[in-house]
Nanobody, 122 residues
């Protein structure tokens, strides 16, 4: 059974940084793309970043380029999301997902974590 678990969320002041981690088990991690999505209260889920199984293809939401960085360590079965210069509007539950296809659409990913809360105070 595939299991996806996010960690690293928390409360941070505006301008601060957080690094989210996502560990996946139950399938060959290095063979699958990984993605990060987020959902703020009262809003639809939105794409944040994605990385191919090799790490050579990376996608970001246009509004987040330059502040967020996605990376993966296949030896540790973990994907990371480094978030810098955080803003109050980045407050959301952040979800990690794994799938065969890499891209911005949620339906490319077949297993999702429970999410981790990120709160940015002003």
């Amino acid at each position: 059974q595939v299991h996806v678990q996010e960690s690293g969320g928390g409360l941070v002041q505006a301008g601060g940084s957080l690094r989210l981690s996502c560990a996946a088990s139950g399938r060959t991690f290095s063979s699958y793309a990984m993605g990060w999505f987020r959902q703020a209260p009262g809003k639809e889920r939105e794409f944040v970043a994605a990385i191919s199984w090799t790490g050579t293809s990376i996608y970001y939401a246009d509004s987040l380029k330059g502040r967020f960085t996605i990376s993966r360590d296949n030896a540790k079965n973990t994907v990371y999301l480094q978030m810098n210069s955080l803003k109050p509007e980045d407050t959301a539950v952040y979800y990690c997902a794994t799938g065969l296809g890499v891209g911005v659409r949620g339906d490319l990913y077949d297993y999702w974590g429970q999410g981790t809360q990120v709160t940015v105070s002003s």
